[in-house]
């Protein structure tokens, strides 16, 4: 958790930093924030329109993608997209063309993304190489390939490749108002394709041998929702470039997971978020001059994400420890209920006083461990303390004490009965179980273990208490 | 040399255990049929029919093609050679009279679903394209959690469940398809005795109201008690027949005692690249 909270705080530091530096010079950072923010300015708007529609449509086809444990092939088919970009550009040069038109190259990227995904799925159906090593293989065959032939584009004697690699990184700034529309337009159409197959996609996603046996076509399927990712990678190229398009494909969707168990719930808030990431980076890099729109709004949706992985109300780390927290405390609560009965048990008496010094020798308990759990248990009225200092439990403390020993010894019974554990060794691992036995398993419990006194109120340990239990004072 | 004529060449062999009397009423009919991976076959040469109404075990060592067997019925995997019959008709013909539980590790128990949406899934061959899920469908997924007394959890997370409550939530899917006959892959591996006793009193439920179920099943000592029919598979049929008939010591020990050394010989051969044999 800690280790998480230093990452986020370093993602934070990282996007400051720059924020920082050009706030030295003028305009101010604050008054550059505003002017982005009022959306006076036409180009920032055009540019903040289509990354926050490309967050929409990679966040909601990303849910799918993630959930199919699909991400490495999405990343190996935005890196196979760039051979179709130098291909378009030589092919419309040489047709005399103009080849820096964006239908043409964004069609030729579409074009090498399917065949990548086209030849991974031939790897998966026909060898035995596996899936990793295949996607490997895809991806640096194909993006060496767009390297090789992007060399090739700029050598053209007609046409002007400069500008080309502008793909591999993004620049947002490139944008036009037609490119938004384009952007728009797929980003509808992915969303809705989602929206009617949403039954269809989770089927596939979680079990995909079973919507095979029911008739599904899984293939097409795969097909469709493989298809969806090419094209919203092809509409990501121009903004935040095809090395980190697949970031904004995955990371909303992870963040959202940790919000929520329901596809239905995850589905818009992963799109959601990947519109935040791309605004909230859009409007950062366009506050902060110079600064590649791309990676920031990359490192805002990886910001998202670790708050998430920190504060995820269903998984996050935060809720993990404070779960885990309650759980120790309780175990340490019922450990000294636990000892203070066996006291009293045998003593032969009900009314046993403990000193502060015998009460530490029962288990092996820090001092300090101890008065904290003693203090605890008095707030709660369990325990008592008498003049001299020395412990006892009240009548309510019995009570929940008799229901913690009697879950304690019905698992040890359990463990010696069912699951031939020596008696001597049942105590430890019947520790570990009893602080979370749950109502309807107690009741198993007692049918299970067939002893005799397992329904008894109290059944006898069945094993010797420590020795030292006895001591207390007359 | 391709892998489908080396296996028709071996269709004549000794291999072939049960006469080739199919029934055109049989729930499932299977005709002949080789299943191979990637060239190397691990079914050889089935062909039997299940009697209707009856609780199936399929037994057999690992790697013996019980799950492979199923998968094949069912199109998952494709077959190299033969054909299988639902009622007398080709499966794909049938998909809605044929319930299916596959292996619960087949899945992601992470995934962001709850019990009684995993449970729809069995209803969603009757829905049809992007078709939304009706009341109707959920009150049929409730009633399905009720057979297999999950009710109370319709509305868990399903990695919040234990292993054997999810295995009885997979029944509960294929009780959800309303079919008449059920395949079911392992649904005994690992889950505890309360969901086994579960498990089989419905697997009899359904048998007595005439259904088929097919079992892989992986415990001897319950096999005589649970199952009234039993095929024995070690890549190929070795018996098949009444449990109370072919549940023989001699049956047992040509399943378990050894793989066939020419069978699997043979499959190490072609999947080297079928130039041994």
């Known amino acids: ?474 | 040399m391709s892998a489908a004529s080396i296996v028709d060449a071996s269709a004549g062999s000794p291999v072939s255990v049960i006469g080739p009397e199919h029934s055109p009423t049989a729930p499932v009919s299977i005709h002949d049929m080789t299943v191979a991976y990637h060239r190397k076959p691990v079914l050889w040469d089935v062909d039997l029919d299940v009697p209707q109404g009856r609780l199936v075990g399929i037994i057999g060592p690992n790697g013996a093609g019980k799950s492979t067997l199923i998968k094949a019925a069912l199109d998952l995997v494709p077959r190299v050679s033969g054909e299988v019959l639902i009622y007398g008709k080709p499966f794909r013909r049938q998909r809605r009279l044929v319930a299916y539980v596959p292996q619960r590790e087949s899945v992601d128990w992470d995934f962001p679903i709850c019990a009684v949406e995993v449970v729809m899934m069995g209803r969603y061959g009757m829905m049809g394209w992007c078709r939304p899920v009706t009341r109707a469908h959920r009150r049929a997924a409730l009633q399905a959690l009720d057979r297999v007394g999950m009710a109370d959890f319709a509305d868990r997370q399903i990695s919040n469940l234990s292993g054997g409550q999810q295995q009885r939530i997979f029944l509960a899917r294929a009780l959800a398809q309303e079919a008449r006959i059920y395949f079911m892959d392992e649904p005994f591996a690992s889950v505890d005795a309360a969901t086994e006793r579960a498990i089989i009193a419905v697997l009899t439920d359904l048998k007595n109201s005439g259904k088929t179920v097919l079992v892989v099943h992986h415990d001897l000592q319950t096999v005589s008690q649970y199952f009234d029919h039993l095929i024995m598979l070690n890549m190929r049929v070795v018996a098949h027949g009444p449990t109370a008939e072919v549940f023989t010591p001699e049956n047992l020990a040509r399943t378990y005692g050894g793989r066939l050394t020419l069978l699997s010989e043979a499959a190490e051969a072609l999947a080297r690249g079928g130039r041994a044999v």
């Open chain 1, 1 to 474: 958790m800690k280790r998480a909270a230093l990452i986020f705080g370093l993602l934070l530091t990282i996007a400051a930093a720059p924020a920082e530096a050009a706030a030295q010079s003028q305009p101010s950072i604050l008054d550059n924030l505003q002017r982005v923010l009022s959306l006076r300015d036409y180009n920032t708007r055009v540019v903040i329109a289509g990354v926050s529609l490309l967050g929409l449509a990679a966040g909601g086809i990303g849910t799918f993608l993630l959930l199919r444990k699909r991400s490495l092939t999405a990343d190996a088919l935005s890196h196979a997209t760039l051979p179709g970009i130098a291909l378009a550009f030589i092919i419309t040069t040489a047709l005399g063309g103009d080849g820096r038109a964006l239908v043409w190259l964004l069609l030729g990227a579409f074009g090498t993304g399917v065949a990548a995904v086209g030849v991974i799925i031939l790897i998966r159906h026909t060898t035995r190489i596996k899936e990793d090593a295949a996607l490997g293989i895809v991806l640096s065959v194909f993006f060496g390939a767009g390297a090789a032939l992007i060399k090739l584009a700029e050598q053209m004697p007609q046409g002007s490749a400069a500008g080309l690699d502008r793909f591999i990184l993004g620049r947002a700034a490139s944008m036009i108002a037609a490119d938004v529309q384009a952007i728009a337009v797929v980003t509808v159409i992915v969303l809705a394709v989602c929206t009617a197959f949403f039954k269809e996609f989770r089927l596939l996603c979680f079990d995909q041998s079973f919507a095979g046996a029911q008739g599904w076509p899984v293939l097409l399927l795969d097909a469709l929702l493989m298809g969806m990712v090419v094209a919203v990678t092809v509409i990501g190229l121009q903004s935040v470039g095809l090395v980190l398009v697949v970031a904004m494909l995955i990371t909303p969707a992870a963040a959202a997971r940790l919000w929520t168990d329901r596809l239905s719930i995850m589905f818009p808030l992963a799109a959601a978020m990947g519109a935040l990431g791309g605004a909230a980076g859009a409007v950062v890099s366009a506050a902060a001059e110079r600064m590649p729109t791309g990676p920031i709004i990359v490192l805002v949706c990886s910001a998202l994400f670790a708050a998430s992985l920190v504060f995820g109300s269903k998984r996050g780390l935060l809720v993990r420890a404070v779960r885990h927290m309650h759980l120790r405390r309780r175990v340490a609560e019922q450990h000294l209920l636990r000892a203070l009965w066996e006291m009293s048990e045998n003593a032969g008496r009900v009314e046993v006083r403990s000193t502060f010094a015998r009460l530490k020798s029962q288990r092996s308990w820090s001092a300090l461990a101890l008065r904290r759990e003693i203090s605890r248990l008095r707030r709660r009225g369990w325990v008592r303390l008498d003049a001299q200092g020395d412990i006892s439990l009240t009548n309510q403390g019995r009570i929940e004490a008799q229901r913690v020993v009697r879950n304690h010894r019905l698992w040890e019974m359990y463990l010696i009965t069912h699951a031939d554990i020596a008696p001597t060794h049942v105590d430890r691992d019947a520790d570990q179980i009893e602080h979370v036995l749950p109502p309807d398993l107690i009741e198993r419990l007692e049918g299970l273990v067939e002893a005799s006194d397992a329904r008894a109120a109290m059944p006898a340990s069945p094993h010797e208490l420590p020795a030292l239990a006895t001591g207390d004072r007359p």
